[in-house]
């Protein structure tokens, strides 16, 4: 049964500190992962979507890395502003399954302070 | 605006009294689903639909049916609601269920059944 771990739980950074979040999986046969941001009020942003042929996708200061053989993927901010707070999911796709259903971690809650 | 839609999106009802989550999505998407985030277990899938007239369960449907009439719409019914199904749920959608596909999420309906 694939789970999805998420570490830390919490993380609370000054303003302009880069910053790592991890997320392992126990399956590596995993079709694709992909990172979301929740903000309280306003559901899920998919941020990246990493397939499972590619090491790294970038958008702006989010770099996402995936290495499938030790099931780790870790988000990078670059630069981190307030703006950034809010709560960090990663999710598995499982490679071969019926349907597109996402294994969630349970998130890192991220506080940038100013 | 591309968006997936829910309604309402806070509710208070009380055991036993019969309830419909709306949602509604514009992409023209073939795949939507269901899921709970509840803390400490994170999100898990309700219910999903492949496409209209096509629904299945997920990893938790006790207590909720739902329907697929139309391909933008999947209403989430909680027939008989009971304090164990007070949780925040989301929508979510995606171009096809058979191939991993980004997907996009509602802004979650809080639900407490007292």
């Known amino acids: 049964k694939q789970e999805v771990t998420q570490i830390p739980a919490a993380l609370s950074v000054p303003e302009g500190e880069n910053l790592v979040l991890n997320c392992s999986f126990t399956d590596s046969a995993i079709y694709n992962l992909q990172w979301f941001r929740q903000d309280p009020g306003k559901g899920l942003t998919s941020l990246l979507l990493i397939q499972s042929s590619q090491r790294e996708q970038t958008s702006g200061r989010l770099n996402a890395s995936l290495d499938k053989s030790s099931g780790r993927s870790t988000l990078y901010i670059a630069a981190s502003q307030p703006g950034d707070s809010a709560t960090y999911l990663c999710?598995?796709?499982?490679?071969?399954?019926?349907?597109?259903?996402?294994?969630f971690g349970t998130g890192t809650l991220l506080a940038v302070q100013p | 605006e591309a968006q997936v839609t829910q309604n309402p999106r806070y509710l208070i009802t009380v055991t036993g009294k019969k309830l419909t989550v709306t949602c509604s999505q514009n992409m023209n998407h073939e795949y939507m689903s269901w899921y709970r985030q509840d803390p400490g277990l994170g999100l898990r899938q309700i219910y999903y639909?492949?496409?209209?007239?096509?629904?299945d369960k997920g990893d938790v449907p006790e207590g909720y049916k739902v329907s697929r009439k139309e391909k933008r719409n999947f209403p989430l019914i909680l027939e008989s609601p009971s304090p164990n199904q007070t949780s925040l749920y989301f929508c979510?959608?995606?171009?096809?269920?058979?191939?991993?596909?980004?997907?996009?999420f509602g802004p979650g309906t809080r639900l407490t059944v007292l």
């Open positions: 999710a598995a796709s499982l490679y071969g399954g019926a349907t597109n259903k996402l294994i």
């Open positions: 639909s492949m496409n209209v007239e096509v629904t």
């Open positions: 979510a959608s995606s171009l096809s269920g058979r191939v991993s596909n980004e997907q996009f």
